[in-house]
């Protein structure tokens, strides 16, 4: 199994330019500058089947064909380093160990999309990462691969920072715009969509930072190399954030399509203190859990899309049996409560009907019907909204409800919690 985005992390002298140059970066820059026309490298993204990597799995280069090739004015990209949903870490990987493979393939996605300006939205808590970042982007001017003319190409390419202020909705990419723009985060109705009006009101590419990682490694080994890892409609590698009851949680680089339960029980060494795997959420907090019994699953779009969940980000947060789902429950439901922006009726109330029903089953006031009620609301709630952030409420509160019925009713009948060692926060 080939590592190529994690292969120098940690290596001395990685965050910095001279160890990127080292390890061959800034190769595929040359390449598209001197020997590709920007369309060209658009076809070769999408030849490649590369899926964004924020959470949707949208295919890369069909979004940039999107984008307008001629304009009577500016368009704009910008980078999604906002990670927000509970229990991804992977961006911060990139951000904090190797910046410079982020840097140069938004250079090259600008380039393919004639694209001058672009923006990368940190998420505010990012402190230190956004420390990083200024200094990787001040050593990608000074080495000419940023500013005016670059490499003697004739294409001009700058980059700035905006950093969050703690908002997981400004991680959808039109709230992400409306916070650029310096208004309140809350996301835009589409059509029309930021191809045609994003910043400004002008055309706008949003991708993840892993999307715009995986860019110079398609454009140095090719399109059908990328093609040939992962499986037919997930290519790649990734990176899976492993987080929760396991001996070695951390990031690990695997193509997609790789055992959720080898994930876990190879790569993650197992559960802690020999405990049982009672559930995994393989998809970051918005996706649907997955008992134990139902982790025999590739970690690919359409296998967990067809195991009854998501792919999400890939963050896969494992509990053992010592956890109380409707304490997860009451969790989750508190996010996205909290995080609604409250500009759709339905997703402010809804949300907080969810989460106000899972606390009173956890304080031993709820009751049976209380069950198909949160189903109702969870229901009614997908698709509701102007972003996805209503499903992203709904779908862990279907998932609990569906495989851990039993539990609930438990919950309900004895007005207690049944793994009273489960934690607490
Ligand atoms: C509520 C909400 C929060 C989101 N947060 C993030 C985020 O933190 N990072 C991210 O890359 N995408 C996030 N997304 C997805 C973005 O809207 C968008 O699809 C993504 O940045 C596109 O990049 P990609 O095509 O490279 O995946 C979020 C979506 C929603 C609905």
Redesign the pocket.
Known sequence: MELYLTKNFGKPNAIAMAGYLKHGGYRALRKVLKKMEPKDVVEEVKDSGLR?????G?P?GL?WSFMPQETDGPKYIAC?A????PGTFKDREFLEKEPQMMIEGLIISAYAMGVNTCYIYIRGEYATQTKILQQALAEAYEKKFLGRNILGSGFDCDIYVHRGAGA??C???TGLMESIEGKKGQPRKKPPFPANFGLWGRPTT???VE?FAQVPHIINKGASWFRGIGTEKSTGNTIFGVSGHVNKPGAYELPLGYGLKDLIYKDAGGIRNGRELKAVIPGGSSVKVLPADRIDVPLDHDSLTNAGSSLGTGAVIVMDDTTCMVRVGVVLAHFYRHESCGQCTNCREGSAWLHQLMVGIENGQGKIEDLDLLMDVADSLEGSSI???AD?AAWPVQGLVTHFRDEFEEHIKTGKCTSPDSFRI
């Open positions: 964004g990597r924020g959470g949707a949208f890369t979004k999604n906002d990670e927000s949903e997981y909705i991680g959808e990419e949003v991708n993840n999307t972003c996805a952030l992203a």
